[in-house]
């Protein structure tokens, strides 16, 4: 099982639906979950952090399940300018030999108009 | 200005040159990354320092070298390109807070091409 894997996509929706991404993750005592956003040529931002609780922000709605080692986001309402690659990370650790951020391969999302 | 600036930002070069991108950063942050991007993979690590008297391997750190020459400078070095290096390469930095909040800020990228 590869460390972090994500829904191959792409993903090609029409403005104003809803769409969700998956991620799943391999090592249990992984700390830190996030959500990072990259537009095409450009550098990866991030877009939101994970918290067991779930949490939103406007739009976006991520959450996390730790017994299945899963997390999930929630787009409502598509914009053209979502548009981008959608990359779930991982963190183990937080210094030195045993800290580890870990991406996933990304899935495309397209927004049509 | 941007943040983390990367240069060069796009590179030609033959197999077998010495090749040296260089990452400075205005964040004033401790911890800095750098990072390579191939189509349809993730981000790999290659290198981190966590204070400019700390360096540390990556997942893929064969081939490459760098210096963290100050706090808001580190460099990557390629001693002998090779084709298979080929990618996109992102300089990343983040405050010593990251083990916490887990933001990276990236540069804007320098693609390599090695023929």
């Known amino acids: 099982r590869k460390e972090v894997e994500q829904d191959p996509g792409p993903f090609n929706v029409p403005e104003g639906a809803t769409v969700a991404f998956n991620c799943t993750y391999s090592?249990?005592?992984?700390?830190?979950f996030f959500w990072y956003r990259q537009d095409c040529r450009k550098e990866p931002k991030l877009l939101m952090s994970?918290?067991?609780s779930g949490n939103e922000d406007g739009r976006f709605t991520a959450q996390l399940n730790r017994a299945s080692q899963y997390i999930s986001l929630l787009i409502r309402d598509s914009k053209l300018s979502d548009s981008a690659t959608y990359l779930c990370v991982v963190k183990q650790g937080s210094g030195g030999s045993n800290y580890k951020l870990t991406f996933g391969k990304g899935t495309l999302l397209t927004v049509n108009p | 200005d941007a943040d983390v600036t990367q240069t060069p930002r796009n590179r030609i070069t033959k197999t077998g040159k010495r090749i040296m991108l260089e990452c400075s950063q205005t964040?004033?942050?401790?911890?800095m990354y750098w990072y390579r991007q191939d189509p349809g993979l993730g981000l790999q690590l290659i290198y981190y320092?966590?204070?400019?008297?700390?360096?540390n391997k990556g997942e893929i750190s064969d081939g490459y070298s760098v210096s963290r020459q100050a706090q808001a400078k580190f460099s990557l070095s390629l001693e002998s390109a090779i084709p298979n290096q080929t990618a996109l390469y992102f300089c990343?930095?983040?405050?010593?807070?990251?083990?916490?909040?887990?933001?990276?800020?990236f540069g804007e990228g320098s693609r390599l091409t090695v023929l």
């Open positions: 990343a930095t983040s405050d010593i807070g990251q083990g916490v909040s887990g933001e990276l800020f």
């Open positions: 090592n249990s005592a992984s700390q830190s």
């Open positions: 320092s966590f204070d400019v008297k700390d360096i």
């Open positions: 964040k004033g942050h401790d911890r």
């Open positions: 994970v918290y067991s």
